[in-house]
């Protein structure tokens, strides 16, 4: 796992609801799952979007993750049955 990426990931308070982390990431072709670095010490909600092209069309994919912070990362897993290319994704954390 990499470290946080300052270009890609960025993160924030919103006062009264806690901390937000928000940014890019890569899955790579054929990878089930990908740990995304956090500063969050507790994770509360956890979503991220990737956007896929199959050729002469877009998919769009809703990527969860179960918000389990371990070593310093939050594991977002792929669903459905394209596994066959790279893919960037964009995420929303929230948690403190």
Partial sequence: MAGIDLDLQKS???PG????????YDISSGSWTV???TR???CHFGLGI???DTGNDSNIL????DCVI????VTFGRTGSIVDEDVRFRYLLAGW
């Avoid at 609801?17 to 890019?24: D, I, N, Q, T, Y």
């Fill in 35 to 37: 740990e995304v670095p």
């Fill in 62 to 65: 809703v990527v969860p993750t």
């Fill in 17 to 24: 609801a806690g901390r937000v982390e928000l940014g890019a």
């Fill in 12 to 14: 924030g308070t919103i």
């Fill in 50 to 52: 990737a956007d896929y």
């Fill in 40 to 42: 969050l010490t507790t």
């Fill in 70 to 73: 371990t070593s310093g990362a």
